[in-house]
């Protein structure tokens, strides 16, 4: 999954949070709650409907 900012800022902020929880300044459920505001959502995958073949398969 390629992660995606929101900015520029989102970007340099969760680069110095990285950097504080490497060190325990920042907790495990901080940096978590920090990285849900700071990526863009990925859009949910669509679902093509079925295609109808024209024949029975169990006939």
């Not at 325990?24 to 295609?51: L, Y």
């Amino acid at each position: 999954m390629v992660e995606q900012y929101r900015d520029e800022i989102a970007m340099v902020c969760h680069d110095m949070m990285k950097d504080m929880y490497k060190i325990g300044a920042v907790s495990e459920d901080e940096m978590r709650e920090f990285e849900e505001n700071c990526f863009v959502e990925e859009p949910a995958m669509r679902r093509r409907p079925a295609r109808k073949s024209g024949r029975e398969v169990f006939g």
